[in-house]
T-cell receptor, first 110, second 113 residues
Framework: SQQGEEDPQALSIQEGENATMNCSYK?????LQWYRQNSGRGLVHLIL?????REKHSGRLRVTLDTSKKSSSLLITASRAADTASYFC??????????FGAGTTVTVRA | NAGVMQNPRHLVRRRGQEARLRCSPVKGHSHVYWYRQLPEEGLKFMVYLQKENIIDESGMPKERFSAEFPKEGPSILRIQQVVRGDSAAYFCASSPPSKGTQYFGPGTRLLVL
């Protein structure tokens, strides 16, 4: 069964708005990672948050992790057209086998 | 500073043929992982290899699929006697000896006719 489940499945926003997506998982994890995938392309690593961390920032990205609720959120601030992509969370119960959700497809309208 | 390289990027095979997918990890990375992505789905783990060793192949179908990571050369994912259900994007990732972040290649999109 999938470990990470993203919500919503799809999100459409206006350029300049913020985009928030959530990820829930089932079992204990070491780390949680967020990846971006542009249509028909490979995955780009965005950010890794460890199980003992609660929040992490990278540029316009902000990730939170709540291990008590087994959930994480990814916030993209001041979105741009180039942020249009699918976003995946990936968890690792051990130190190598990543489990991905089905992703959130984000469309940023100009 | 090349990232993970995969070839071919697109591969078309007829049912019953063999598909051979290649992955060259980031220079210095000794861990290779293969994942499969079906349309509209997330990636599913297939196999984890280190040089000349299969560490975990729990996500590999028991038949027709094999993977190797030889001492020299790229990692190979081999699918024998392909069927239409094998049509998917196959991604390779690598990580350094300390593991941590996995860096993904651009993928090979396999289409079985």
């Amino acid at each position: 069964s999938q470990q990470g489940e993203e919500d919503p499945q799809a999100l459409s926003i206006q350029e300049g708005e913020n985009a928030t997506m959530n990820c829930s998982y089932k079992t204990s994890i070491n780390n949680l990672q967020w990846y971006r995938q542009n249509s028909g392309r490979g995955l780009v690593h965005l950010i890794l948050i460890r199980s003992n961390e609660r929040e992490k920032h990278s540029g316009r990205l902000r990730v939170t992790l709540d291990t008590s609720k087994k959930s994480s959120s990814l916030l993209i601030t001041a979105s741009r057209a180039a942020d249009t992509a699918s976003y995946f969370c990936a968890t690792d119960a051990n130190d190598y086998k990543l489990s991905f959700g089905a992703g959130t497809t984000v469309t940023v309208r100009a | 500073n090349a990232g993970v390289m995969q070839n071919p990027r697109h591969l078309v095979r007829r049912r019953g043929q063999e598909a051979r997918l290649r992955c060259s990890p980031v220079k210095g990375h000794s861990h290779v992982y293969w994942y499969r992505q079906l349309p509209e789905e997330g990636l599913k783990f297939m196999v984890y290899l280190q040089k000349e060793n299969i560490i975990d192949e729990s996500g590999m179908p028991k038949e027709r699929f094999s993977a190797e990571f030889p001492k020299e050369g790229p990692s190979i994912l081999r699918i024998q006697q392909v069927v239409r259900g094998d049509s998917a994007a196959y991604f390779c990732a690598s990580s350094p000896p300390s593991k941590g972040t996995q860096y993904f290649g651009p993928g090979t999109r396999l289409l079985v006719l």
